[in-house]
């Protein structure tokens, strides 16, 4: 059981409340820093989380931090040739939006399409393509 809550306070330096007191004037009972200044990311608790009584909260509360580590670790699950020199992607990775680019060459990246994976899983079949050689990545959108 914890006796007082802790209140701790986001810096300047991209780290942002995550958790806030219902009772407490200031200050958070959570921080999180996703590493858009450089670095890692990081989930910092001012209380134990053992002390979340409500399996439910406890459960959404983890499900959040998971989904911040894994957020944008999409990866190629297949790549298959199709006739009409089409292809077709299956992609997988965190629920999200992303932007699918293509490139001739490796440095010069283009938005291709949208793509919306709320199962954890997507696909998408390109029309024909006249280039030799194409590239494909999948960034978080915009």
Known sequence: MVGYPDVIAPTNYGTLSAITYSNVASGAAAIVYNGTAGGGKVV???????????????????????????????????????????????ISGAAGVYTLQT?????????????????????????????AAKFFRVKSFP
Do not use: C, H, Q
């Open 103 to 131: 490139a001739a060459v490796l440095n010069v990246w283009g938005s291709l399409t949208n793509l919306t994976n709320t199962s954890g899983a997507m696909t998408f079949t390109n029309s024909t393509t006249n280039s």
């Open 44 to 90: 910092y608790l001012a209380f134990p989380f053992e002390t979340i009584t409500s399996a439910t909260a406890r459960n959404a509360y983890m499900a959040s931090v998971l989904n911040l580590f894994t957020a944008g670790s999409l990866k190629f699950d297949s790549i298959t040739p199709l006739p009409g020199n089409k292809l077709k992607l299956a």
